[in-house]
């Protein structure tokens, strides 16, 4: 049987919009389960207990960079190991990945971002019916963290697929982690074209040319769908 597995994540509120944050962002991994990662998942759950974690420890970008949460106790070059072996992870496994990014000042309310978010997916899902419907079974994996993504799971992928769907904790799955450094970085990347960076980020990444060059120019790579 052949099954494609989709990991969902975002970034963002459905709130109005507000300067310190103006997106929103869902980020759609997706693997091909006739592709091993056994090895690639061993070679991160190694990384992560170097620095200290359990190995079912789930990372989290935004907080590493940041140094927030987990990472508080961590200085700058352990947390840019930790964030380059979850990189170097994503880069190793076949994957693609779809990113949908929306600026919230561009709408007049929760309602009208919704209905645009359904519809660039159902778009993007109709587009590429036929990768889609090569497969036997789709599941798709997702936190719940947000009502409005189960709706829109429920309403426009089960729609177009009939996906099966499972609700996951982040430390279950490394590509739901994938996902979250999508999200990551793409959120970094309409930054970087809005404007500039944080000095949080700035110090992490030493600038926007250093992020465009060893993270967002190596992430583009893996855009779109893998072989199916």
Do not use: W
């Not at 006739?34 to 070679?43: G, K, L, N, T």
């Not at 209905?115 to 993007?124: D, F, K, N, V």
Request: hydrophobic share 40%.
């Amino acid at each position: 049987m052949r099954e494609l597995s989709i990991f969902i994540d975002e970034s963002g509120d459905f709130g109005p919009y507000e300067p310190h944050a103006p997106y929103y962002l869902i980020t759609l991994v997706f693997h091909n389960q006739a592709d091993s990662i056994a090895e690639e998942v061993e070679y991160l759950r190694r990384h992560v207990a170097e620095s200290g974690f359990p190995d079912d420890h789930s990372v989290h970008a935004g907080p590493l960079i940041r140094r927030e949460a987990d990472y508080s106790s961590l200085d700058l070059n352990a947390r840019k190991r930790l964030f380059r072996a979850q990189f170097s992870f994503m880069r190793r496994v076949r994957i693609g990945f779809k990113t949908f990014t929306f600026r919230k000042r561009e709408f007049d309310g929760h309602d009208a971002m919704v209905s645009r978010m359904s519809r660039e997916i159902g778009t993007y899902i109709r587009d590429n019916l036929a990768f889609f419907q090569s497969f036997d079974r789709i599941v798709v994996y997702y936190d719940g963290g947000q009502k409005e993504i189960t709706t829109i799971i429920n309403s426009v992928l089960n729609a177009l697929l009939e996906v099966e769907v499972k609700r996951v904790r982040p430390s279950s799955y490394r590509l739901f982690q994938a996902a979250d450094m999508v999200c990551t970085l793409e959120l970094l990347a309409a930054k970087v074209e809005d404007g500039p960076l944080s000095k949080s980020e700035r110090e992490f990444f030493g600038g926007a040319r250093d992020l465009k060059k060893n993270y967002l120019k190596p992430l583009s790579k893996m855009a779109g769908l893998p072989k199916a």
